[in-house]
């Protein structure tokens, strides 16, 4: 079955951008949509945004609205996030999930995905 990898991950000062990516390895499964979460110490794991992968229609949570951007590449099967402005709050462990069809979870419901990453370490020091 198909496995979800990110990259990208680091240590940035705030107001610096980094760009992760996640791919896959094995055997690939066609997506429906894909999206991104996060993690900080002691907290559940958090929403960050989503994007259907053939109609290309985006997501995102109000904390990262206007100053990330998550992106597909189709024929190479790999999403993007694009984190721009980066803040301390920002710190966190983040993960890339797929989903291969629609459910009666909304896009930010982790029930809604079936594929998860194993994560990379963002950390935004002030």
């Known amino acids: 079955q198909a496995q979800l990898v990110e990259s990208g991950g680091g240590l940035v000062q705030a107001g610096g951008s980094l760009r992760l990516a996640c791919t896959a390895s094995?055997?690939?499964?066609?997506?429906?949509?894909m999206g991104w979460f996060r993690q900080a110490p002691g907290k559940e794991r958090d929403f960050v945004a989503a994007?259907?992968?053939?109609?290309?229609?985006?997501f995102y949570a109000d904390s990262v609205k206007g100053r990330f951007t998550i992106s597909r590449d189709t024929a190479k099967n790999t999403l993007y996030l694009q984190m721009n402005s980066l803040k301390p709050e920002d710190t966190a462990i983040y993960y890339c999930?797929?989903?291969?069809?629609?459910?009666?979870?909304?896009?930010?419901?982790?029930?809604?995905?079936?594929?998860w990453g194993q994560g990379t370490q963002v950390t935004v020091s002030s």
């Open positions: 999930a797929a989903t291969t069809r629609l459910s009666t979870y909304s896009y930010s419901s982790m029930s809604t995905y079936d594929y």
């Open positions: 994007i259907n992968w053939r109609g290309g229609s985006t």
């Open positions: 094995g055997r690939t499964v066609s997506s429906y949509r």
